[in-house]
């Protein structure tokens, strides 16, 4: 019992993780269709550029903020530059070009922050917290508290909001968005800033945990692309529940079957899922225009 | 379309223009970036910076060296186009290289073919056994790491040990050669847990370890972030087992990432470079790490790594053979090579034979403890 | 006498391979030539795939593994000739192609491709788990094709990178003459067909799930060769070859130049495999420079580089 407990506090911390990562590419997504693999890279910026602006001397809180609001500015200009102009190509170009973003990115931060690995300090110490016989660090705590908090803000944002609507809206056709009075340039701006952003959080909130270097996105961009594609892309709640069931798949499978298969469970389970589920857990039903 | 394809041919030959009087070519292959960047990193800058170092001293014998270096990314199908290139096209005459066992084995064929000397920088044994006429490599084998801490943990009194291992490259290359030496010491593994190397959590792996009541103590093969979240989990679920890490995280900025008080008492066998100022002031290694050392730190302003000292001792053994060889033609180098005999480098004294492509014994190998946030000599 | 288009295409080919080696200045360039041609026989598949049927597969260098892994183990545990292991290989590749190939083939878009990424993965995982038998991810030795040999002892004596060069760029030839004669088969149409429109392709009577599965089927066949290829050559393999990044790499190849086409396909493999060794002057700028060239090509040659090199030709023409 002891056991299963322990398991499962080890799969919500590193499937909030996952959930986070998961919940950046959902905007994305919304907005324009676009599989943004260079998510992972967000995510790494946003660990990278605090533990840089902490070493400098800023106080963590500083640090965060600044890494988070440059890594939006990154994105936004992302959009602009590359997205924006590729409108309209099919999806293969579309992932070959945020692919190269990715390595792009990748190799701009190896020269600029050199290949070490590196770690924030936790939020809240290293004491674990002891739950019945298993234990916790409160450091999960911050990551899951920080999904939750942006599933809710997401959820709010795309039914209660009239811009969350319009990112909908441009989604599902840009031209009828546009004509209705939706600024879809702004959306799609706002969209890039903000899942760019809410990456950058997660890199901020989880480097304490798995500690950060150049080239951590791609393998935490896969992981989130996974759970988001597992919960049904574009829609925040699946992606925290596949973000975090994906993490739960993991470290049940790596606590009772095999240590050395968990990822291969995980990626049967979804291959599962979407056979019988062609969209996901949570996905939309699309129709295909002839 | 062909004219286009011969016009980027030549624009692609114009590219490299033969490199300019260079006095003595030499070659690598690292994996700077890649799933191993982690140790190539550390390697390509201390032979950058050896290589300068050499030629602002005058060179060898008043010629310069010119180092071509390549990246192959951890890739061995790249390995061995760069060892092709370094060969045919660049002209070296001794190559250094292939951070991981995948790549060094990769270049092997072409430099064996091609007669060229070859100093790999990997750790399993494979590389130098059977020995090759012109394959030799620096770092000791992960046999011997395993010897080295089976050896404590006999001492200590421990016969029953768990394993958690990397599934990379180090990490399963180790677990492989502990599992087969581990009767030898009378040590039964009785449990045995994986990760992979980009995991954020090893907490369930370690819950099984623990409930099994009869390990006496912990070992963890493996390099990079890993070990490091190992060690934080450990401290986490409160394991008190004696804890074995290998020599894939012999380097201050382990300590760091783990967390002085999570890593604390964690012993394992590392070569001198990490304790150069606690030899005593007669050990011959002494003034050979603390030069590297200082030099490597000041250059660079991060700390240096048992990795680093393995691309270090490559380039100091290719420079003895090269100043002892009286040609630089490569089967002269490589005759050298094998006479090596009493060179002192980070990881040990090297003399090497027709038999012996690596020159070290198990001695060269200290077992070390991380005590209040530094490293201690055991006894 | 006017050729067509096809045999003008194989023609160009072979006489691109054949005069080539004129203007190498060292046996490296040999080397890169028999990756180039490797590379670019997958690549090939993957125009059958993507190019003809637009279907996208992120897993593709799963088959590679299969197919590189085969000439390591069949020598050893089943006794085969190297270069039947390479057609066992194959064989396996196309069957499990087929068995995977049913069921994800009926997702689309992303989904197909978070499929396909966890097919590579798995693969991947077990050459590397599989310490005992594949050797880790340290990898394992590969037998000698002994073709080589055999050639020297009938007095064509070649240096192993000639050997290769020579060898792997025959391989591509009969890859392109193969996936050529099937752009205009019945098949071919029905892949392009569907590429289209699937339901449009349905209404005029395509079986899509066969053709679909039958693309498949034949670029998988495609990259095990290609894997296969890699291991005789090099004389080992490591799982590598069978990773997430081999499988990008291989579709980026394929995009790059221009998916439709199989000259497209091998131009953007010849790119992609020379821009590396060309940036090795840049040192650390490599991958910001391979990111650049990946971005600026897809964003504004769309078709691909040499679709749109064509068209721009086409014009100026005009």
């Not at chain 1, 499937?15 to 693999?37: E, P, R, W």
């Not at chain 2, 409160?238 to 890490?245: A, E, H, N």
């Not at chain 3, 449009?200 to 034949?218: L, M, N, P």
Request: aromatic fraction near 8%; charge should be positive; charged fraction near 15%.
């Amino acid at each position: 019992m002891t056991e299963l407990l322990q398991f499962l506090l080890s799969g919500i911390t590193v499937g909030a993780v996952y959930a986070l990562v998961a919940l950046g590419f959902t905007i994305i997504y919304n907005a324009s269709d676009v599989v943004n693999f260079a998510q992972g890279e967000f995510v790494m910026l946003g660990g990278m550029i605090t533990v840089f602006a902490y070493k400098a001397g800023l106080p963590i809180p500083v640090a965060a903020l600044f890494a988070i609001l440059l890594t939006a500015a990154i994105g936004v200009a992302f959009n602009r530059v590359a997205i924006e102009t590729a409108r309209g190509a099919p999806v293969v170009s579309l992932i070959i070009i945020t692919i190269g973003a990715s390595i792009f990115i990748q190799g701009v931060a190896q020269v600029v922050f050199g290949k070490e690995l590196h770690r924030l300090p936790s939020f809240s110490g290293d004491d674990p917290i002891r739950i019945l016989e298993a234990t916790i660090l409160p450091q999960s705590f911050w990551v899951i508290g920080g999904a939750m908090v942006v599933f809710v803000g997401l959820w709010l944002f795309f039914t209660r909001t009239l811009l969350g609507r319009a990112v909908l809206a441009t989604s599902n056709n840009r031209v009828a968005a546009q004509l209705v009075g939706i600024n879809t340039g702004f959306v799609m701006t706002l969209s890039f800033g903000l899942s760019a952003g809410i990456g950058a959080l997660a890199g901020v909130l989880i480097t304490p945990i798995t500690l950060t270097s150049y080239q951590v996105g791609i393998a935490l961009a896969l992981k989130g692309f996974a759970g988001a594609m597992l919960g049904g892309m574009g829609n925040p709640k699946g992606a925290l529940i596949g973000g975090l069931m994906l993490g739960l798949l993991e470290s049940v499978t790596a606590g009772y079957l095999s240590s050395q298969y968990k990822d291969a469970v995980a990626f049967v389970v979804i291959l599962a899922v979407l056979f019988a589920m062609p969209q996901g857990l949570f996905g939309r039903k699309a129709t295909e225009r002839v | 379309m062909r004219k286009t394809l011969i016009k980027a041919a030549l624009a692609f030959s114009v590219a490299f223009p033969a490199a300019a009087l260079a006095d003595i070519k030499i070659g690598a292959t690292i994996s700077e970036t890649g799933p191993a960047s982690f140790l190539g990193d550390p390697e390509a800058k201390t032979l950058k910076m050896l290589v300068d170092q050499l030629n602002a001293s005058g060179g060898i014998k008043g010629e310069k060296i010119k180092l071509f270096l390549y990246d192959d990314g951890g890739d061995p199908n790249k390995a061995r186009t760069f060892a092709t290139r370094l060969i045919e096209d660049d002209g070296v005459v001794a190559i250094i290289g292939g951070t991981t066992t995948g790549t060094s084995m990769s270049v092997i064929p072409v430099a064996e073919e091609a007669k060229v000397p070859f100093i790999s920088l990997a750790g399993a044994i494979e590389i130098i056994d059977p020995v090759r006429p012109n394959t030799f490599k620096t770092p000791h084998t992960d046999k011997m790491a395993c010897e080295k801490i089976f050896d404590d943990m006999k001492k200590r009194g421990f016969t029953k040990i768990a394993m958690i291992s990397g599934t990379d490259g180090f990490g399963a290359s180790m677990r492989t050669q502990c599992l087969a030496v581990a009767p030898t010491y009378g040590i039964t593994v009785v449990a045995e847990e994986t990760y992979g190397p980009r995991d954020a959590d090893m907490t369930p792996q370690l819950t099984n370890i623990r409930g099994k009541s009869d390990v006496q103590a912990l070992l963890n093969p493996g390099f990079g972030q890993g070990p490091a979240i190992v060690t934080r989990n450990y401290a986490q679920l409160g394991i008190t087992l004696p804890f074995y890490q290998s020599h894939g995280v012999a380097s201050n900025s382990f300590i760091e990432l783990a967390g002085a008080k999570a890593a604390e008492g964690i012993r394992l066998p590392g070569t001198a470079l990490l304790v150069g100022d606690l030899l005593p002031e007669n050990d011959a290694q002494r003034p050979v790490v603390m030069a590297y050392k200082t030099a490597y730190e000041k250059a660079f302003n991060t700390p240096v790594s048992t990795f680093g000292g393995y691309a270090h001792d490559a380039f100091a053994i290719l420079v003895d053979a090269l100043k002892r060889a009286g040609s630089t033609k490569p089967a002269a180098i490589r005759d050298a090579i094998e006479k090596t005999s009493g060179l002192v480098g980070t990881t040990g004294t090297v003399t090497m034979s027709a038999k012996d492509h690596l020159g070290l014994d198990l001695g060269s190998f200290r077992m070390l403890e991380i005590r209040n946030g530094g490293w201690a000599l055991v006894k | 006498m006017k050729l067509s288009a096809k045999h003008s295409t194989l023609l160009l080919l072979a006489l691109i391979i054949a005069l080539a080696p004129i203007f190498f200045p060292s046996a490296y360039y040999f080397r890169i030539g028999s990756v180039v041609f490797v590379n670019a026989v997958a690549v090939v598949g993957i125009v059958i795939l993507t190019g003809y049927a637009g279907q996208i597969s992120l897993g593709h260098a799963g088959f590679s593994g299969i197919g590189g892994y085969a000439c390591a183990l069949a020598p050893v545990h089943l006794g085969l000739h190297p270069a039947l292991a390479a057609v066992l290989g194959a064989v396996v590749s196309g069957v499990m192609a087929y068995l995977v190939g049913r069921p994800i083939l009926r997702l689309k878009g992303y989904y197909l491709a978070v499929a396909s990424l966890g097919f590579g993965i798995l693969v991947s995982m077990v050459l590397a788990n599989e310490t005992a038998i594949t050797g880790g991810p340290d990898g394992i030795k590969v037998a000698d094709l002994g073709l080589r040999t055999l050639l020297a002892d009938a007095g064509v004596p070649l240096t192993n990178a000639q050997f290769w060069y020579a060898f792997s760029g025959i391989c591509l030839l009969i890859g392109s003459w193969l996936a050529l004669n099937l752009h205009d088969s019945p098949t071919g149409r029905a892949l392009r067909a569907l590429h289209g429109s699937e339901i449009a392709a349905r209404t005029v009577g395509v079986d899509v799930a066969r053709a679909k599965v039958t693309a498949f089927v034949i670029s998988a066949v495609y990259a095990s060769v290609a894997g296969s290829l890699i291991a005789l050559q090099n004389r080992m393999i490591t799982p590598d070859v069978a990773g997430y990044m081999h499988s990008i790499e291989m579709v980026t190849m394929a995009v790059l130049g221009g998916a439709g086409s199989v000259l497209g396909a091998i131009l953007g493999a010849t790119i992609l495999t020379l821009l590396p060794q060309a940036l090795t002057v840049f040192q650390q700028y490599e991958q910001i420079m391979l990111g650049l060239v990946m971005m600026l090509v897809m964003i504004f040659m769309r078709e691909g580089l040499l679709p749109s090199l064509t068209a721009l030709v086409r014009g100026r023409g005009e």
